[in-house]
């Protein structure tokens, strides 16, 4: 992808704390649901119960599709973007741990949280792979479809990639 989109996707995801995720249900219905995330670059973390129909949807599918944006005053001030990717559960220490680092500077109100126990809640981790980055100030309802390559999560991937069970590099 361009540098350009890159860099608005990343400035949009940093700018923002919720994401209406969608997953699919056993049943074939959809489910949406707003959780709070942080990102890394382009890859997104939330923890998630591991009782909810959220976790249930996604050990039945891994498919995700997400949506991030705020309300403006103005038509033609909309950004936000749109996503679809995988969710992977992580069980990884350092996964976790880096997550939990990132989450509370997002967060900081969690401090006063006790850490969320593995047994009950899951970190997941979100790989984007395609993404509609809407701007409404080049004309309204504008958007761009861009696709996320490897070479695009590289520096997540090299800075981190023992974090990510079962990743071999090309």
């Known amino acids: ?9 990343i400035e949009l995801l940093d700018e923002h704390r919720l ?12 489910q949406a649901t707003v959780v709070g995330y942080v990102n890394d670059g382009l890859i997104l973390y939330t923890f998630i119960a591991r009782d909810s129909q959220k976790y249930t949807n996604l050990k039945y599918d891994k498919r995700i599709s997400g949506a ?12 936000g973007l749109s996503f ?5 559960v992580s069980n990884d220490p350092g996964e976790v741990d880096h997550a939990m680092d990132i989450r509370l500077k997002r967060f900081p109100e969690y401090k006063v949280m006790p850490r969320p126990n593995p047994a009950a ?3 997941i981790r979100i790989t984007p792979e395609i993404v509609s980055v809407i701007d409404y100030a080049k004309g309204f309802g504008h958007s761009d479809l861009v696709r996320v390559s490897e070479r695009d999560l590289a520096d997540f991937v ?13």
């Open 68 to 79: 991030v944006a705020k309300d403006y005053p103005q038509p033609l001030q909309i950004k």
């Open 19 to 30: 994401v209406t995720l969608a997953t699919n249900r056993p049943d074939g219905w959809p």
């Open 84 to 88: 679809g990717g995988l969710a992977e």
């Open 121 to 123: 809640v899951a970190l």
């Open 1 to 9: 992808m361009k540098r350009e989109f890159k860099r608005q996707i």
């Open 158 to 170: 090299e800075s981190r990639r023992h974090h990510w069970p079962g990743y071999h590099a090309a």
